[in-house]
């Protein structure tokens, strides 16, 4: 009997153990999952630095009003800024480009082209006027087109026109240029305008080839074209613009 009461007493102790292992919470390794920290927003691209613009000898011309900063309106502060003698952008590579506004006294029409590649606003000083252009693509290019420019279709070449009889204007020409991956290439840059002739405009492009002009002069208003062709790009009156197709 006492035997029997032994083994009952074992097989019991037995099942309380086996119970106990049930209900314990598995091995800490299978719980212990290390968390992903949060991955944290990317940095805001920085702004030009200013301090790395050449020093320049302070502006003295007739009729110069403004003192300080040109206002660089806020939607573009991220990649461009200015002070007293310079406006500079970030280009896309992250170096700053810096272009001479001593003699812009006034600046207005702000806006970028390109998906944000090209960034310009027009400006005006004593007797003078233009449109200064930032390509921020490579090392970076600041060009004044002297009117806002004009891109084609497929947004591989750009044309601008400013010209009147004083000359104050920054370009006093129609300018044609081919936007590259890294930069810009002057195409064609045809200087002798008609005589009497005034409020020059660029009204469209026909493919990547031509584009259509016109001007006020005596007889009204007059259409051109500047087009491309087997000797070059040529500037000639057309008065049905550019050929169809």
């Given at each position: 009997?006492?035997?029997?009461?032994?083994?009952?007493?074992?097989?019991?102790?037995?099942?309380?153990?086996?119970?106990?292992?049930?209900?314990?919470?598995?091995?800490?390794?299978?719980?212990?999952?290390?968390?992903?920290?949060?991955?944290?927003?990317?940095?805001?691209?920085?702004?030009?630095?200013?301090?790395?613009?050449?020093?320049?000898?302070?502006?003295?011309a007739?009729?110069?009003?403004?003192?300080?900063?040109?206002?660089?309106?806020?939607?573009?502060?991220?990649?461009?800024?200015?002070?007293?003698?310079?406006?500079?952008?970030?280009?896309?590579?992250g170096?700053?480009?810096?272009a001479?506004?001593?003699?812009?006294?006034?600046?207005q029409?702000?806006?970028?082209?390109?998906d944000?590649?090209?960034?310009?606003?027009?400006?005006?000083?004593?007797?003078?006027?233009?449109?200064?252009?930032?390509?921020?693509?490579?090392?970076?290019t600041?060009?004044?087109?002297?009117?806002?420019?004009?891109?084609?279709?497929?947004?591989?070449?750009f044309?601008?026109?400013?010209?009147?009889?004083?000359?104050?204007?920054?370009?006093?020409?129609?300018?044609?240029?081919?936007?590259?991956?890294?930069?810009?290439?002057?195409?064609?840059?045809?200087?002798?305008?008609?005589?009497?002739?005034?409020?020059?405009?660029?009204?469209?492009?026909?493919?990547?080839?031509?584009?259509?002009?016109?001007?006020?002069?005596?007889?009204?208003?007059?259409?051109?074209t500047?087009?491309?062709?087997?000797?070059g790009?040529?500037?000639?009156?057309?008065?049905?613009?550019?050929?169809?197709?």
């Amino acid at each position: 009997m006492r035997i029997a009461a032994g083994l009952a007493a074992l097989l019991a102790l037995a099942g309380c153990g086996k119970a106990a292992e049930r209900n314990a919470a598995p091995p800490s390794s299978a719980t212990a999952i290390p968390q992903a920290a949060p991955t944290a927003p990317p940095a805001p691209a920085a702004g030009p630095d200013l301090a790395q613009c050449e020093r320049l000898t302070p502006a003295e011309a007739e009729g110069m009003e403004r003192t300080g900063p040109l206002p660089i309106p806020a939607k573009f502060a991220a990649f461009a800024a200015a002070d007293r003698d310079h406006v500079a952008v970030t280009t896309l590579a992250g170096a700053t480009l810096c272009a001479d506004a001593r003699y812009h006294d006034t600046a207005q029409d702000f806006r970028t082209f390109g998906d944000g590649r090209f960034f310009g606003y027009g400006w005006f000083g004593y007797e003078a006027n233009g449109f200064q252009l930032f390509d921020r693509a490579g090392t970076g290019t600041a060009i004044d087109t002297g009117a806002a420019p004009v891109f084609s279709p497929a947004g591989k070449r750009f044309a601008s026109v400013e010209w009147s009889a004083s000359g104050f204007g920054a370009l006093n020409a129609v300018l044609v240029m081919e936007v590259l991956p890294g930069g810009l290439k002057e195409l064609a840059r045809f200087e002798q305008l008609p005589e009497l002739s005034g409020d020059w405009r660029i009204e469209r492009w026909r493919g990547e080839d031509c584009l259509e002009l016109t001007a006020e002069i005596e007889q009204g208003r007059q259409r051109f074209t500047m087009r491309k062709g087997p000797g070059g790009w040529a500037f000639a009156p057309a008065p049905r613009g550019c050929p169809a197709g």
